[in-house]
Each structure stands twice: as C-alpha cells, then as structure tokens.
C-alpha cells in the first residue's frame, strides 16, 4: 500500500528530525542497559530525568535557562561541519567570548546607555570567540592541522588563559572565595523574558538557530559552504575558495560561542567568575592536565636524582678490573624487584659469565684492551 500525497509530504518533512530521534534513542537505550548492568532500575531513573527537566514550571525554566549557551555552542559544531570540518572546542571560544564581554563596561563611561553597551559587549564576544575558532580553521587549511584535536587543544588554551586573566589583573579585589571579574552594571543587563525566569538569551539563540538554518539553506554562500563539505575537490574544480569557506564557516561558528559566553555575563551571571567553563563541551580537563604536568615535573626530578646519585657513587667506588667492568656495564638494565630470589640472582650470576666470556673472547681475537667500552687501560 503507496501513502498518498499529503502523507508521503508529511514523512518527507519530518525525515531530517530522523537522526536527532535515532540518536535521543540510542542514548536512552545505553543508559538503560548500563543501569540493568549495575543492577539499578532503568525505568525509573529515566522517569526521574525527564521529570527534573520538564515536570514543574521550574524545571522548564532551568532547562530553558541551560538551552541558551548550548545552542549557541552547538553553532560553532554546525557551521563548521558543513564544510567538513570536526570542531569540538567551542567551550574555549565560549569562555573567552564570555570574558572580553565582561570588559566591555569597564572601558566605557558611566551611565552608558544598554542600546549601547549591549551591542559592543555582543560584538567584543563574537570577536574573541571568531577569532579562536578562526585560528583553528586556519591551521587545518593552511597548515594541515587536524581540526578536531586542534580545537580541542586550544580550549584547553582558552580555559587556561581565562583562569589567568580571571585571578590576576582582571580580578575584582572584593570577590574573595572565587575569583571573579568586576560585576557588570545593572543598566547594561539584558533582563529576562516577560513570564519567565529566563533571560533574553534564549530568544536570541533561537534566532541566531534559525538565521543559521536560512543561511546554509537558502544563500549561495551556505550552498557553496554545503558543496565544500561533500567534496573539496569538486569545489575546487568549480572554482570556489575553499580555504575561505572553511575559514568563514569557523568564524562564524566561533563568534555563536562568544555570543553565548556574552550571554551568561549580561544575562545571569553579572560578573565573569571562573567557574564559566562548566562543562559545555569538556569538564575537568584543566585540572587533569596540570596534575599530569606536576607528575612529568616530578619524575624529571626523580630521575635527576637518581643520575645525581649514580654519578656520585661512581665517583666513590674503587677501579674494578676490566672483566667486572665491562660485565656489569652489559648487564640488562631491568630493576630488581623487591624481593630478589635464588632464580633472579642465578639469571645476574649467568649474565655476567656470558658478558666476561664474549670480553675474553674479543680480547684474544684482538690483542686490544678487553674493555672496549670505556677503554680503562688493562
């Protein structure tokens, strides 16, 4: 039985939803079986998801509050990725974009108007935030840098840099416990939605959504954007810049993530603390990273040590003869274990007779001093 034609329209129209109901799915799906793993009940922990989400009026409004900066996150994933591009950091973008719009009111005169403020704070956030995610369009097409661990990378820069700015020259001496830069005056916040606890924020990101959608679907830029993404090199048989688009899809994308982090700073927060980067995209990293910094530091360290040590005990030890010698320097460089048994001590005793053999051996056929690595005179 063939659907008739409103039906077939009706399935045609809802098949882009497909991936995005295919993808809640599957979420839901493994979530459910890691919980019956663990021996815990599926059901009900998803009931209670989806109740903290959307079971009260304050639910939504804490969902709707969230919704804003990851929509406009979510852009510097999207815009990239119809030009084939994998960016996965905006959060750094966000972070500083967050950060330059925190600075905006301080460099202006008190009194300001919001008509004013508003638009260069909005417009200082796109820019630091284009500007990172520019910088990583720029090295995978002029230099062959993988996008994706690029980016990744560079929030890692970001977030660092941020948390410098934050407690050092941009701190406010009144923030004690968490560092934060000075609040943003009450006229250049952009308020909440008439009805709801919410923020203007989220009208915006939903706008700047669809301005997007409009944009790659409908322009000829977003076309050619579109044709760059299916073939590099059919693009460059029809003559379009390649490497433009793909720096223009990364600043765009990363001036949505600076808008976001603006958005946080004019909409709720006030201040730019260093909490912001809370895991948009990536979560604790910083922390791991300068923990495996710290463990690298101290092995140099502990390695120093040792050399510093083995240089001062063979300063103290007396010449041993060149058989000895040479038969310790060919021993297997393995360290003893903690216990050393009658096995690991006939496995030295064998090691050193086959190194002082081949020693021997080398001397006789040579007539030259039988060590031959450090030529200690016989």
């Not at 895991?279 to 463990?295: D, F, I, N």
């Amino acid at each position: 039985m063939r659907p008739n034609a409103p039906t077939a329209r009706v399935m045609l129209s809802l098949l882009p939803a497909l991936p995005t109901a295919l993808a809640v799915l599957g979420t839901l799906l493994l979530f459910s079986l890691f919980l019956l793993v663990q021996g815990q009940p599926a059901l009900d922990a998803i009931g209670l998801i989806f109740e903290g989400a959307f079971g009260s009026s304050f639910a939504w409004q804490s969902t709707l509050l969230r919704a804003s900066p990851l929509m406009l996150t979510a852009l510097c994933v999207a815009l990239p990725a119809q030009v084939g591009l994998i960016v996965i950091g905006g959060e750094g973008a966000l972070a500083l974009g967050g950060m330059c719009a925190a600075i905006v009111p301080q460099m202006l005169p008190h009194g300001t108007p919001w008509l004013i403020a508003t638009p260069l704070m909005a417009a200082a956030g796109m820019l630091a935030g284009g500007f990172w995610i520019g910088a990583v369009g720029a090295l995978r097409q002029w230099r062959g840098v993988n996008e994706t661990i690029s980016s990744l990378l560079m929030s890692y820069i970001a977030i660092a840099l941020f948390k410098h700015l934050v407690e050092g020259p941009l701190r406010d001496p009144a923030s004690l416990n968490k560092p934060s830069t000075y609040p943003v005056p009450d006229a250049m916040m952009i308020g909440s939605i008439p009805g709801l606890d919410t923020h203007w924020g989220l009208f915006w990101g939903v706008v700047a959504c669809i301005a997007a959608w409009v944009f790659v679907k409908f322009s000829t830029k977003g076309f050619a954007m579109r044709v760059v993404g299916g073939s590099h090199r059919a693009a460059r048989l029809v003559g379009l810049p390649v490497n433009l688009l793909a720096l223009a899809a990364c600043i765009l994308g990363g001036a949505a993530a600076g808008l976001g982090g603006m958005f946080e700073v004019a909409g709720g927060a006030g201040q730019r603390k260093c909490v912001l980067a809370r895991g948009l995209w990536l979560r604790g990293h910083p922390r791991r990273v300068r923990r495996t910094a710290e463990s690298a530091r101290d092995h140099r360290v502990r390695a120093d040590d040792r050399r510093h040590r083995g240089e001062r005990f063979a300063a103290a030890t007396p010449a041993r003869s060149p058989r000895r010698h040479h038969a310790r320097l060919a021993r297997p460089a393995v360290r003893e274990p903690a216990r050393v048994g009658s096995a690991w001590r006939a496995y030295r005793r064998m090691a050193r007779q086959i190194a002082g053999r081949r020693a021997d051996r080398s001397s006789r056929a040579t007539g030259a001093n039988p060590c031959l690595i450090c030529t200690r005179p016989s």
